[in-house]
């Protein structure tokens, strides 16, 4: 089996495939490839399954070690990759060969950085998926002298000269769609207008849920039983704040649902880092 030696891990490296579906009513969650848009791209460069497992990076990336030839795509936020120290092109095929080194740094823009391989990552399958999670699989991020195994690779003649261009409002826009949640009307009306009138800025930010800074505008006392959730769900707390839930982030909860963020808006969110600014934006059907 070929395979990739991590030499250094990066802040949070985590393989992931489009999730783990059909288990969040037994309580497990979804998990999968925050920035679904960036991920499909890697895999569509490469001619892969959709839901072939990558390499999720996270603000810094890793440096790695090819033992076998690969043919990989690189694409999301730009972690200024270096092959053997030179610089290579991100959104475009690349030929890696045994012995390279591939390193990521610190992402230029964006929040989370992609690494396909032809074939996919091939590291434990669980519950129908490859997708890191804590109790779940084996490992929950990357470590130092971790052994990546591949599918299998096939011969390039040379690396192309041929790539996409990013869509940099993917990036940049401060937008975030939204639906109306379940529990959005029993907001008051001054509530509402300034979820939805004023731009929040972002403290926290992981695979859980991205919190933002808000002020006692928000304060409630709205009580619900303890219902589904899911990732996009956006809860308020009684003490004010508001936090979007992502892949990793629990089954149920007892806060109210205020908003839900499409499958775009994820995406989006997830390109974002903390001290960024967001609005809601309510989309109709």
Known sequence: MHSIQVIRPGLYDTIQDLGRFGMMSLGVPLSGVLDTYSAKLANALLRNNVNCPVLEMTQTGPVLLFQKNATVAITGADMNPKLNDKPVKMQTKLLVKIGDVLIFGKANFGCR????????????LKLNSYSYFKGI???????????LRIGKQFSVANNTHAHIKTDYKHFDTDLIKVFKGPEFNLLTPKQQDFILGNMFTITKNNRMGYQFKTDLNLKNKIEILTSSVMPGTVQLTQSGKLIALMNDCQTTGGYPRVLQLTDEAISVLAQKNTSQKIKFKVIHL
């Open 113 to 124: 950085s992609y690494l396909a391989v032809k074939n996919g990552f091939k590291t434990c």
């Open 137 to 147: 699989t084996p490992k929950s991020k990357l470590s130092k002298g971790q052994i």
